[in-house]
């Protein structure tokens, strides 16, 4: 007489399984992204890796595949993430300028708070998620109350977003070199000693401009492109095709 086998489940072996059946129950595409961001902004982008984000949602990497297909895949899922969908800045009580400068503090914020943000969106294959349409539409449409006609709006909206992302690649290099009061003292140093070669940048460090604080060269330079929409706004479109 045979001994018949047990029915007694094996919790540890029915979790080590379930991965090679099927996605794991309760884990979604969302989970996952938000545990590959998680990892970015402790250790930055080259640490999320399938293996390391399969590790930490509790699966196989085989079986992460079987919510992403690539690591593209997942990275375009935590840019969407990351960013978030648009608020409302259509408020009809503010000026469209004032709600386009609230709309570039805030879409600042995002690269401010994922460093990697800047790398991810820049090295990306996919076309934008739908929470990046969102605060796309969003930017678009403030444009367009402007007064500005669609190419215009369009033009404008690159030269917007060209200053955020040009602000927080500044921002990202010195950071990844010390704080701001270690990078300052090299480039005094610097210039004490060159100084006959870079005259203009030793007036500038000077002035101060260099320990001023990163929001008020981010400010400025907005509102230098913004007074510009307002300008060429209200001159006719004086451009002669070639």
Not at 87 to 95: G, L, N, T, W, Y
Not at 127 to 137: A, F, K
Not at 211 to 239: H, M, Q, W
Request: charged content about 20%.
């Amino acid at each position: 007489m045979t001994a018949k086998k047990s029915r007694t489940p094996n919790p540890a072996g029915e979790k080590q399984r379930t991965p090679n059946r099927g996605p794991k129950p309760g884990l979604s595409t969302l989970e996952i992204a938000r545990t590959a961001i998680q990892i970015a902004d402790r250790e930055g982008l080259d640490a999320v890796t399938m293996q390391r984000v399969a590790a930490e949602s509790g699966v196989t990497t085989m079986a992460l595949y079987r919510y992403f297909p690539g690591k593209s895949d997942l990275m375009a899922a935590m840019i969407d993430l990351a960013g978030g969908s648009a608020p409302v800045f259509a408020a009809p009580s503010m000026p469209w300028k004032e709600r386009l400068v609230e709309w570039a503090h805030r879409c600042a914020a995002i690269y401010q708070k994922h460093p990697w943000f800047l790398e991810a969106t820049t090295v990306r294959q996919s076309v934008m998620g739908p929470n990046e349409l969102s605060w796309m539409e969003a930017a678009l449409g403030l444009l367009t109350e402007a007064g500005l006609p669609p190419k215009e709006s369009y033009y404008a909206f690159l030269a917007i977003i060209g200053h955020i992302r040009g602000h927080a690649t500044f921002e990202g290099r010195k950071s990844n070199s010390g704080s701001r009061r270690l990078w300052v003292r090299e480039l005094s140093q610097l210039l004490r000693a060159e100084g006959a070669q870079y005259t203009v940048l030793k007036a500038m460090l000077d002035s101060g401009a260099f320990s001023e604080s990163p929001d008020e060269a981010f400010n400025y330079g907005l509102g230098c492109i913004l007074n510009g929409i307002v300008t060429a706004k209200s001159k006719p479109n004086t451009r002669t095709k070639k």
